[in-house]
Nanobody, 115 residues
């Protein structure tokens, strides 16, 4: 099992920045990919960014050039730096960890961008 705890969400004005953190615990060695998804009201959950254990990254089209995913291996923590935020970025952001046969989710953190 893997436990994920997100932090760093909040309310920000358009054009501002936020940094989300996701601390992982439990069976850390089983994790192949960590990433962030988001879900806005009435919409499907969508990929924001992935970071594979080998270092490869993948971003959703709507956040490319504005968001950056990174990690601190010593702290088992993944970060999402979000710059130039837009009202359309408003959503609950979920941390995800992909193991060999399982997918784990955090509880989510709300990000609200005001215009």
């Amino acid at each position: 099992q893997v436990q994920l705890v997100e932090s760093g969400g909040g309310l920000v004005q358009a054009g501002g920045s936020l940094r989300l953190s996701c601390a992982a615990s439990g069976s850390i060695s089983s994790i192949k990919i960590m990433g962030w998804y988001r879900q806005a009201p009435g919409k499907q959950r969508e990929l924001v960014a992935h970071l594979a254990s080998g270092g490869n990254t993948q971003y959703g089209d709507s956040v490319k050039g504005r968001f950056t995913i990174s990690r601190d291996n010593a702290k088992n923590t993944v970060f999402l730096q979000m710059n130039n935020l837009k009202p359309g970025d408003t959503a609950v952001y979920y941390c995800a960890a992909v193991g060999a046969t399982s997918l784990f989710w955090g509880q989510g953190t709300q990000v609200t961008v005001s215009s």
